[in-house]
């Protein structure tokens, strides 16, 4: 199976004014260090080396800063719009594995996983951590697995329930890693085992989702 990436990593916030970057970096890591309830805004402040004026400006009030710190990492899970048209299981397959590989790559970054961690911690306290790490972090992959998985559907080269088929996907993908890494009991897969990971995942779904039978 040819496994050429069909996602492209793109550097990210390059249009971003730099000033309101820094501000997310510094309260992304006060909210790793501290947790939700034990994060102010003048330590973030304090670290990104602006006035709370400016701070509130840029990115909002604390709630507003953990959105923006998730929006920035979720950014990463979109697929690109110059993707070629899935035309044929071959593309299909080529697609699988890179968007798996960048999953992979992505959400087993150790700031992601402390900022799953985190929600978790304050899931009772705070249950607005968890929305939003659901809605805007884990619903960017899910929605643009999906669109694909759509277009392969009306393409004829599967069946299925394109929602469905993508969190197929994904517990092919996952297996028990991620419960692994929230436990600390697994490092992060490294290059090699992120590909083979998602090359396993992307075969093993097509196997599950052949095409559909052509009326006799």
Known sequence: MDTTPLVKQHPQGAEENPVRMRIVGAAFSVFIERGYAGTNTLEIATRAKVSKREL????????????????????????????????????????????????????????????????????????????????????????????????????????????????????????????????GVADPPNSGEIERRAGNAATAFLRLYPPPAKPR
Do not use: H
């Open 56 to 183: 509130y400006a840029l990115v909002g009030n604390k709630q507003a800063m953990l959105l923006a710190c998730i929006s920035e990492r979720a950014k990463r899970l979109r697929m690109p719009k110059d993707l070629p048209p899935v035309r044929d299981r071959e593309t299909l397959a080529r697609l699988l594995v890179s968007f798996g590989a960048q999953l992979l790559r992505e959400v087993s970054d150790p700031a992601v996983v402390a900022v799953f961690r985190l929600a978790i911690a304050e899931a009772e306290r705070t249950p607005k951590v968890a929305q939003a790490l659901d809605t805007i972090g884990r619903e960017t992959s899910r929605v643009a697995l999906t669109e694909v998985l759509t277009q392969a559907r009306a393409s004829g080269l599967l069946d299925g329930n394109a929602a469905e088929m993508s969190e197929q996907f994904a517990g092919l993908l996952w297996g028990n890693l991620i419960v692994s890494l929230l436990l």
